[in-house]
């Protein structure tokens, strides 16, 4: 197993939850994710957000990807930290791939309200019920 299966598994089932910490109380809420590749999962946004106020203070979270299937199904959980990006390309890319981005309020690539950042680098394990009762056993994907 190796990190390609995982953004496979991402990019076939892009709603993520995301874990964040508001002080010592967790917080949860759906993304939807823009995309993942060999260099991560990428997200996007807004800085006036409260989840963004949480990424900033601390970045570490833990997402979670799950695909219904028989019976239980299938995640995909992935530890690691946010990195910000603010390069324009990807800024670009995103309005051109998310277009209501404008309908919301953002006013287009440089608008200082949108915030893209990804988890590139931790750790990630595919969760069934072969590894009920046994999730310490799961195989680990370091990327």
């Known amino acids: 197993m190796d990190f390609s299966e995982c953004v496979k598994f991402a990019n076939e089932n892009p709603v993520t939850y995301i874990a964040t910490m508001d002080g010592d109380q967790p917080r949860v809420r759906a993304f939807a994710m823009w995309f993942a590749d060999e260099s991560g999962f990428y997200y996007h946004t807004g800085i006036g957000k409260n989840v963004w106020t949480q990424l900033t203070k601390n970045p570490n979270v833990e997402l979670c990807f799950f695909a219904p299937g028989d019976g239980t199904g299938k995640m995909m959980r992935v530890a690691g930290s946010i990195e910000p990006n603010s390069e324009i390309y990807l800024r670009e890319k995103?309005?051109?791939?998310?277009?209501?981005?404008?309908?919301?309020?953002?006013?287009?690539?440089?608008?200082?309200?949108?915030?893209?950042?990804?988890?590139?680098?931790?750790?990630?394990?595919?969760?069934?019920?072969?590894?009920?009762?046994?999730e310490a056993e799961a195989p680990r994907i370091t990327f």
């Not at 998310?98 to 969760?127: M, N, Q, S």
């Open 94 to 134: 995103l309005i051109e791939d998310r277009p209501w981005l404008l309908d919301i309020g953002i006013t287009g690539a440089t608008d200082p309200k949108l915030v893209v950042f990804r988890i590139a680098h931790g750790e990630a394990y595919f969760w069934t019920m072969e590894y009920n009762m046994r």
